[in-house]
């Protein structure tokens, strides 16, 4: 998805390879493997200190929250929906546009609280799916399994105003 928005992505799986990143995705897959491989190599302490835009999807939203790297103040609970045959896709109203989002939603998580630093980018039957605190976006969805680029390009967006701020 990245590639097809003319952005230069490389994969992260070792610490160091986070230096001169100018963001970071944490994609969807499971929690519980990506913390304990991410204790394991180093990971967790690196992209806690990673001060790039970071987005986070499915699994990758509930790494980011307040029981786990504590990046994002959110109370996420895993596979709320649900198991596997519960998966289900959903149209959703994006902040500020009409034209709806199909949200893919594979054992997804679901946000029990939010804090106050919290802004609601979509929501599905009144629960917040897509969030951002500051550099950090959220969803409890697949972005990228869409032919849909909106959520990566608002990420893109945030990058590019970290950047402008960092220079
Ligand atoms: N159920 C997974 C977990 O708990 C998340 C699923 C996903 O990323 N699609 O980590």
């Known amino acids: 998805m990245l590639r097809r928005l003319g952005v230069r992505a490389v994969e992260v799986r070792k610490p160091e390879q986070l230096e001169g990143l100018d963001g970071l995705v944490i994609p969807g897959g499971e929690s519980t493997t990506f913390m304990r491989l991410m204790r394991l190599y180093g990971l967790d302490e690196a992209v ?10 499915c699994a990758g939203m509930i790494v980011l929250d307040r029981n786990h790297l504590g990046a994002v103040d959110l109370d996420v609970d895993r596979n709320a929906y649900g198991r596997q ?4 896709e959903a149209d959703l ?10 949200g893919v939603f594979i054992r997804a998580p679901r946000v029990r609280e939010a804090g106050p630093e919290v802004e609601v980018l979509a929501e599905l039957d009144r629960e917040p799916v897509l969030l951002r605190q500051g550099r950090f976006i959220v969803a409890s969805f697949h972005p990228e399994l869409t032919e849909d680029t909106r959520v990566h390009e608002r990420f893109l967006d945030v990058v590019r105003e970290e950047a402008n701020v960092r220079a």
Do not use: D, H, K, M
Request: hydrophobic letters at 40%.
């Open 48 to 57: 806690r200190e990673f001060s790039g835009p970071v987005l986070g999807t």
């Open 93 to 102: 109203t994006l902040a500020g546009e009409s034209e709806p989002l199909r």
């Open 85 to 88: 045959v519960a998966s289900f």
